[in-house]
DNA sequence: ATCACTTGTGGGAGCGCTCCCACAGTACCT
DNA sequence: AGGTACTGTGGGAGCGCTCCCACAAGTGAT
């Protein structure tokens, strides 16, 4: 065995051993010292990071996540497809609200489309592998085998938007109940009496709760709930536009819609606006997710805005404890937890 | 705790040394095969292929990339306050790119936001860890010290954007030279004679490129250029507003607006109204890049098209040939690349 | 003095791969 | 016959960490 040891060049990134050895210390004191573990001395620990310091020492994940057994990473799963449902800067902004929350550890975030099937195999082969400390899952739909393949590998995981009343996975979600209460209440005290809703996608869980909102509110101002008022959509603005359609045909004497999201409104608004219909002295209109949209419409779009930048730290929040509480040691909390943020209503010129 | 026994080890998930007893073969031989070594005979290939079906084997990432010092990530670095600056859909659609364009290999796409001065030092670190293969780098401004990091570092990298006309790293772009060209000579085959300019960023490339295609469409035109119709903004809404306030005062004659982007152009129409002009009976509109704002604004707005998803899946595609190359083996073909992707201009009723 | 802790520390034994050397077997030259 | 050149294969060494056991030294109670 003579002529290996060319493989390692020299000029290389120090190592944990060579850091011990500037150091005058063992590996482990070093190790201790990077962990922040409690029990080194005041003395040594200083050593130690004036070594670090002066060796520019950078732990090597790949190294530390063989020999621990876990990642430092968490992934945000993205089901592509259905990502065009949601508005435009949905996307973005819970990206900045995740980046937010992950900036203060040393977590690192992976982005996995699972848009098409083959996409899809490889996150089951990701997931297998563990190459991911945890999941967050975003807009998934009632019918998907992810979260309980999830469940089922025993990977933490936080879903936005909880599939149903009983969701079993810890979730973060905006109150899609009392947003759509505040579209209507907003309506209401406006004055006007016969409030239409276009619905979303009604697989959506968010978009039932948004109708919940919607009937509860008309009960309590004291109103009759009128199903021929309520039409679904699908979030587009085709869904939006035959929607509309349906709905002016069946009760031409509409004074006001809600709609289950601003690209669904604009739908709506170009029906209206071809039916002669002023907005908002004839009907008025009100949207959700108070997206770029409805500040360019015209009128400009009354809107629910959803808090999706402090979701995206939520749930990272959220899931970044549930991987600490599966670490050795750590007392597992195992509370269901279900978060809900309140929205708020942007008021502008359509209502 | 009679059931909780499970310590990894046993049930735990395959490894290579398992596969190769499984195989009746040699840790190395179920290494070639995994790695798609052509020195495997088809009999032993085919017997360590159903030992990996069977078993369910997936490689461990850690061990393989401690072990080969590649990580098969890249990373792609988003220097958040400027992608404010974008359009809304920008950033999905770049990302949707670039996940096309990984979904066919093992890569995985590590997301860096690298907005606040913290993120950027855990940035340095990272790249100085050699914790991705490579860089995909958005929107970099032209003093930005990170290119020249990536390069000292030699650690593979593709901008979108090049920072100057001889960028010294591989580039992806779209041609805004000739998108500008193509919204000017539409707005001159229009009848326009007195053709403004609201530019983007000057201290950004791609906006210099615009303005030089601005001037050129004109002169070919025949048209002289007025530095008076010239007016720097800075792609934000008040910036277009702004910049048309000035243009009215100093040309009140003018008929027609470049915008050097949709929000710009929304801003300049906001004061168009104001001002009494309509568009485009007495001024035409033309924004740039096509955005959600463009298809909804009053009247729906002509803007030029990026092909942002195709630059996305362009830098990956350059990216990964430029991480291969850097492997063991490999002529290093070192030929600068810089990609330039063609514009649309999309018609609408503002001109 | 003994024992039983506690605190701090060093370093062996892996983690699961890839790399590369050694070498058997075969083929085709001289 | 020997030489040379492949092809295919096995397995040792080592990547840079963490984990954990061993152990020295200190502290206090008996």
Do not use: K
């Not at 070093?30 to 060796?55: D, F, H, Q, Y």
């Not at 449902?85 to 973005?92: D, I, K, N, V």
């Not at 563990?130 to 590998?153: F, I, N, W």
């Not at 509110?217 to 004291?222: M, N, P, Q, T, V």
């Amino acid at each position: 065995m003579a002529s290996h040891g060319v493989r390692g060049r020299s000029g290389g990134r120090p190592t944990l051993e060579e850091v011990a050895a500037r150091a005058g210390v063992g590996r482990g004191t070093v190790s201790r010292v990077i962990n922040g573990s409690p029990r080194v001395s005041e003395a040594t620990r200083a050593a130690v990071e004036a070594a670090v310091a002066e060796l520019g020492y950078v732990p090597n994940t790949a190294a530390r996540a063989l020999a621990a057994n876990r990642t430092d990473a968490i992934a945000l799963v993205v089901p592509e497809p259905e990502t065009r449902f949601f508005t435009e800067p949905y996307f973005s902004d819970m990206l900045r609200g995740v980046g937010a929350a992950l900036s203060d550890t040393e977590m690192q975030l992976l982005l996995i489309f699972a848009g098409s099937d083959r996409e899809r195999q490889r996150l089951a082969q990701y997931l297998a592998a563990h190459r991911v400390d945890g999941v967050l899952l975003v807009s998934v739909h009632a019918d998907d085998p992810l979260p309980d393949m999830l469940s089922q590998l025993e990977i933490p995981a936080v879903i936005s938007g909880p599939r149903s009343a009983d969701e079993t996975l810890t979730s973060v979600d905006s109150d899609n109940y009392g947003g759509a209460r505040q579209a209507v209440e907003h309506l209401v005290s406006r004055g006007r009496r016969t409030i239409a809703h276009i619905t979303g996608r009604l697989d959506v869980y968010g978009a039932q709760r948004r109708v919940d909102g919607y009937r509860e509110a008309l009960r309590e101002a004291g109103h009759q709930v009128d199903e021929l008022l309520i039409e679904p959509g699908d979030f587009s603005e085709g869904g939006g536009r035959r929607a509309m359609e349906a709905l002016l045909e069946r009760r031409p004497d509409l004074d006001a819609v809600f709609a289950a999201s601003d690209v669904t409104a604009a739908g709506a608004r170009q029906v209206l606006r071809e039916a002669g219909r002023r907005i908002p002295d004839d009907v008025a209109l009100v949207g959700y997710d108070d997206s770029a949209i409805a500040r360019h419409m015209e009128p400009p779009l009354t809107s629910v805005r959803q808090p999706i930048e402090e979701m995206g730290r939520a749930m990272t929040d959220l899931l970044l404890r549930e991987v600490a509480d599966r670490r050795p040691s750590a007392t597992r909390e195992l509370e269901r937890r279900q978060m809900v943020l309140a929205t708020e209503l942007v008021e502008r010129a359509s209502s």
